[in-house]
């Protein structure tokens, strides 16, 4: 008899949500966490940037108009994501919950990638150091719907990470993706198609 090895060599399930801004990862999240905790799970609902100190940092840049250099903004999303795997993804993992993490190093990838930074490598340096999630849902969507979303569904002003010809570049390298656990799915479907696509994903792996 074959059987497979676990998902991951934590007890928890890691469970990341990408994609291109206003793709529908933070809607997606909720409803998943909410149908987690309904089935008794203990659920750590979390993000990237985060509330901590280099995510503050990011999120004034971000909100300035004023990027720092590629390098500069790598190392701090780099840094701002050590404090968070140190601090709550792998204590969480270790203590058996489900993390629900929306954005991770893939965001890394195609944000920074798409600045110029090489993207084998970002995924190569976070290999090194990062927790491998159980499953990465990838929402596609065009850039333009993407920014449509943020700008009239949320009433936003895009800020510097949101501009139409880097999101394109971001979605480049989403486009070409390729690892483990990565589930793509069609963003312009309704918020409860893609939340029922997400659950026959995940159910199985409770
Ligand atoms: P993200 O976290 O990826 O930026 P959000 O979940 O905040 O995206 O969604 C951006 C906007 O699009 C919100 O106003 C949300 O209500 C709306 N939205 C989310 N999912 C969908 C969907 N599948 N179809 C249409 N609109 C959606
Ligand atoms: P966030 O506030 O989560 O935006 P949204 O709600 O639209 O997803 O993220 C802020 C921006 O940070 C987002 O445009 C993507 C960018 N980003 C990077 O450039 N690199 C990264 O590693 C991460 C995690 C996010």
């Known amino acids: 008899m074959i059987t497979l090895p676990p998902p ?24 998943l966490a909410e149908a987690l905790r309904q089935r008794e799970r203990e659920v750590v609902e979390t993000r990237e940037p985060t509330q901590g100190p280099w995510g503050k940092k990011i999120r004034a840049m971000a909100a300035s108009g004023q990027r720092v250099s590629p390098e500069e903004e790598l190392d701090w999303f780099i840094q701002d994501r050590k404090e968070h795997i140190a601090t709550l993804i792998t ?13 991770y190093y893939f965001s890394t990838a195609a ?44 009433g936003e002003t895009p800020d510097a990470f949101e501009t139409l010809a880097g999101l394109q570049r971001c979605g480049e390298v989403f486009d070409g993706l390729q690892i483990p656990g990565l589930v793509r799915i069609n963003g312009e479907l309704s918020p409860n198609e893609i939340h029922q696509r997400i659950l026959e994903e995940v159910l199985p792996l409770l």
Request: aromatic share 6%; hydrophobic share 35%; proline share 7%.
């Open 8 to 31: 991951s060599s934590s007890p928890g399930l890691f469970l990341v949500f990408e994609g291109l801004d206003g793709s529908g990862k933070s809607t997606q999240c909720r409803m």
């Open 111 to 154: 944000y920074q990638g798409s600045r110029g930074l090489d993207v084998q490598e970002i995924l190569t340096l976070h290999e090194s150091f990062a927790p491998p999630p159980d499953r990465v849902f990838l929402i596609e969507v065009s850039p333009e719907v993407g920014l449509k979303r943020v700008q009239v569904s949320r």
């Open 91 to 103: 204590p969480s993992l270790n203590a058996g919950k489900v993390v629900i993490q929306d954005r």
